[in-house]
């Protein structure tokens, strides 16, 4: 399992339930690194997506408690109750955990952390006032820096984390 996300220099990842930036090429590398494969993400973050409906082309997965399965099918996503549940259907998917990607919000990022194998984190290096944080890095993680990209005036870089074994 893996998480891709994009996180500003105060650790912030969203504002008033939806993205802090929109950066052109940073969208291309979520769709390239997702498209055809599974996502996992919590309830307020699939309300965030447009028209509140799961991903095209991609195997939608939301963990949600309050979700009814009538909702969940109209929204076009499966939904998992809990951690358990959630790996539960996975394994039925027959997915390889290399080819999920938890997607957000804060709560899952924090939930599914111990499971991520690889952390695909886009810094983007300002230091805008935000609400929902992503966890903080354990340090069995190996950091790869990318190269330094600009985005009109937003500054940013393609991280990679790779817990070691
Ligand atoms: N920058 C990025 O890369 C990025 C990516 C994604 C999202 N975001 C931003 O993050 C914010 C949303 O994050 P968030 O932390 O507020 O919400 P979230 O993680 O998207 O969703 C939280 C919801 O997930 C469900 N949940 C949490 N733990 C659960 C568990 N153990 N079992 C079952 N369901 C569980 C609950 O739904 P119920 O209440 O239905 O039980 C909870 O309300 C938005 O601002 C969004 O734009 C940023």
């Known amino acids: 399992m893996n998480a891709i996300a994009a996180v500003n220099a105060l650790q912030y990842i969203g504002k008033q339930g939806d993205l802090l930036y929109s950066i052109q090429e940073d969208m291309a590398f979520f769709v390239a690194k997702t498209r055809g494969k599974t996502v ?8 965030s997506l447009p028209g509140g409906k799961g991903l095209k082309g991609r195997k939608n997965f939301v963990l ?11 929204r076009g996503v499966l939904i998992a109750r809990d951690v358990d549940s959630l790996f539960s259907l ?15 919000g804060g ?29 903080e890095i354990p340090s069995d993680f190996t950091l790869t820096k990318g190269d330094l990209r600009r985005s009109g005036e937003i500054e940013y870089r393609f991280d990679t984390y790779v817990k070691n074994r």
Request: hydrophobic share 35%; aromatic share 8%; net charge negative.
């Open 40 to 47: 996992v993400m919590g309830r307020k973050t699939l309300l």
């Open 90 to 104: 996975l394994r039925d998917l027959g997915s390889p955990e290399e080819d999920v990607f938890v997607i957000g």
């Open 64 to 74: 949600s408690r309050s979700m009814s399965d009538g909702e969940a099918e109209e």
């Open 107 to 135: 709560e899952i990022y924090s939930l599914l952390m111990p499971y991520c194998s690889v952390l695909y984190v886009t810094r983007i290096l300002r230091e805008d006032e935000g609400e929902t944080r992503f966890p």
